[in-house]
T-cell receptor, first 112, second 114 residues
Framework: DAGITQSPRHKVTETGTPVTLRCHQTENHRYMYWYRQDPGHGLRLIHYSYGVKDTDKGEVSDGYSVSRSKTEDFLLTLESATSSQTSVYFC???????????FGPGTRLLVL | AQKVTQAQTEISVVEKEDVTLDCVYETRDTTYYLFWYKQPPSGELVFLIRRNSFDEQNEISGRYSWNFQKSTSSFNFTITASQVVDSAVYFCALRGSGTYKYIFGTGTRLKVLA
């Protein structure tokens, strides 16, 4: 258990509104990730962070931005939500040494 | 480019049957890591195993076993004497040594029927 929480756990929003999802970890892990999970696609990387203020894009980064102002928090922002961003979003951290990712409980987002 | 293929979208078995979930990967890295995760109906992602590319020993953990074969770029997962609680979606994942990005397969949904 990597001590990862996500908030909110569920959210319904309307097209065009901004949305921010928060990931919080208590393990002081350097690397943090945001994925989305959709049927038929598995988990796809949106963005990841390799330190405070250091981030990089994943394979499905369009329409998303991230920020990491402190080690424990990694924020994912949908600047203007679209229906195609309806998904389940997972945050993960990387435990160095074991090189293993551990995941948060997920956030279910519905964009109407 | 890295890729993970889980060709089996869904598998149904009857309780106590053995079942193997296939995972085929592609990478140009000589050092890499392979993983299996379980996602039960409750939705969380549970880490099952990690395997380094330089360690080709197969591993057994209770009813679970993993067969890593570099010659065929496969990392298959077998559940022996399946149980209803094994019903879940199982993901295979890959990370090359030159990156911190993880690539996941599309998952295999396993249904174990009582």
């Amino acid at each position: 258990d990597a001590g990862i929480t996500q908030s909110p756990r569920h959210k319904v929003t309307e097209t065009g509104t901004p949305v921010t999802l928060r990931c919080h970890q208590t393990e002081n892990h350097r690397y943090m990730y945001w994925y989305r999970q959709d049927p038929g696609h598995g988990l796809r990387l949106i963005h990841y962070s390799y330190g405070v203020k250091d981030t990089d894009k994943g394979e499905v980064s369009d329409g998303y931005s991230v920020s990491r102002s402190k080690t424990e928090d990694f924020l994912l922002t949908l600047e203007s939500a679209t229906s195609s961003q309806t998904s389940v979003y997972f945050c993960a951290t990387l435990e160095r040494g074991s090189e293993t990712q551990y995941f948060g409980p997920g956030t279910r987002l519905l964009v109407l | 480019a890295q890729k993970v293929t889980q060709a089996q979208t869904e598998i149904s078995v009857v309780e106590k049957e053995d079942v193997t979930l296939d995972c085929v990967y592609e990478t140009r890295d000589t050092t890499y890591y392979l993983f299996w995760y379980k996602q039960p109906p409750s939705g969380e992602l549970v880490f099952l195993i990690r395997r380094n590319s330089f360690d080709e020993q197969n591993e057994i953990s209770g009813r679970y076993s993993w067969n890593f074969q570099k010659s065929t770029s496969s990392f298959n997962f077998t559940i022996t004497a399946s149980q209803v609680v094994d019903s879940a979606v199982y993901f295979c994942a890959l990370r090359g040594s030159g990156t911190y990005k993880y690539i996941f397969g599309t998952g295999t949904r396993l249904k174990v029927l009582a």
